[in-house]
């Protein structure tokens, strides 16, 4: 259910319609969103048990599809379920807490709001963002690489799965593994583009230029620039190298599939929060898609029944806290 201001002054008869809309229109801005959803992760992370729940320098980044209307400029065809939907790419750390949140639209490739989301959140620092398909892309992965991120991502084709190194014979393959090895990689292309893809990276990491349109204007659309065959050669051997950690690495393969789970389960949680899709009213701003509301709802259902646990070794130390006094009935 929608709830406007008229039905929020029909809940409290002191306040006017119109002070409601000019209050709701204030909420709506990035500022007191963001504030009030590093606020509520920040009272999830101090529980004392988010200490054993993973690492603070890993995360898992998807995309969920919300339901729209024609109206919305991001609205396309969702192609699994054929409606007009939007999406919502966030970001989960490994101690459940959603980072950062951003409106992309849904067909778009993800690899570069999953950099930048890692680099616009400030909650706490990221080293490794777990990804699916969707969530990578070579040249992504040599920009993530350069801007000091990790893309881990669960590659869907298995036949895809090959390892990709130097051309040249620079690398020596065992013969069990000379059917899987692909030699497609040019250093030297990687060492002409190296200070134009420095810059792009640069420019990333400053601000100046986003890790989304920096995925999609030096990208694949700028096929045969020195940057881009820089980008695209690394993250070939990046991708080679994660591959070899996750088949070997058990602890790596079941951190990755878990992080990548908890995020699947935290969408069906905001999908539970969210049932009704917008209005046609709704959404026509860039401030409205924003931060999304639901992300905060979703981490204050997820925080508030840690409390009693939180509050119990006070109580048994023999401070009662007034919140103590609550009692869940869950």
Not at 162 to 185: E, N, Q, S, T, Y
Not at 202 to 227: M, P
Not at 275 to 298: D, I, T, Y
Not at 302 to 325: D, F, L, N, V, Y
Request: glycine fraction near 8%; aromatic fraction near 4%.
């Amino acid at each position: 259910m929608d709830i406007g201001a008229k039905r929020l002054s029909l809940m409290a008869p002191g306040l006017s319609v119109s002070g409601l809309t000019d209050a709701l229109q204030l909420l709506e801005e990035p500022g007191p969103l963001r504030r009030a959803n590093a606020a509520t992760v920040e009272f999830l992370q101090a529980h004392p048990l988010a200490a054993h729940w993973g690492n603070t320098g890993d995360c898992a980044a998807d995309a969920m599809s919300l339901d729209g209307t024609r109206h919305l400029w991001l609205a396309r065809t969702d192609p699994k379920r054929r409606t007009l939907s939007t999406a919502t790419y966030a970001h989960t750390l490994a101690r459940h807490g959603i980072a950062y949140d951003q409106p992309i639209p849904i067909t778009r490739r993800q690899d570069g709001a999953a950099i930048e989301g890692a680099l616009r959140q400030s909650v706490m620092p990221i080293r490794r963002v777990m990804t699916d398909t969707h969530g990578y892309s070579a040249f992504g992965m040599g920009l993530a690489k350069f801007v000091g991120v990790d893309l881990c991502p669960r590659l869907k084709s298995f036949r895809d799965r090959r390892l990709h190194i130097p051309r040249g014979g620079r690398v020596k393959v065992p013969d069990v593994l000379k059917p899987v090895c692909l030699a497609d990689v040019s250093l030297p292309a990687i060492i002409e583009g190296w200070s134009d893809m420095s810059d792009i990276a640069d420019a990333v990491v400053g601000g100046r230029l986003s890790a989304v349109l920096a995925c999609e204007r030096h990208g694949t659309a700028a096929r045969g620039q020195k940057g881009y065959r820089a980008g695209h050669e690394l993250g070939l051997l990046l991708r080679t190298l994660h591959q070899c950690d996750t088949l070997s690495i058990p602890d790596f393969r079941r951190a990755t599939l878990r992080l990548l789970n908890d995020n699947e389960r935290t969408h069906t949680l905001q999908r539970q929060i969210r049932r009704a899709g917008s209005r046609s009213q709704r959404g026509r701003r860039m401030e409205e898609l924003g931060p999304n509301p639901v992300r905060l709802r979703s981490r204050q259902t997820s925080s508030w029944p840690g409390t009693p646990i939180r509050c119990r070794p006070r109580s048994i130390a023999g401070e009662r806290p007034a919140s103590a006094r609550l009692r869940l009935s869950y």
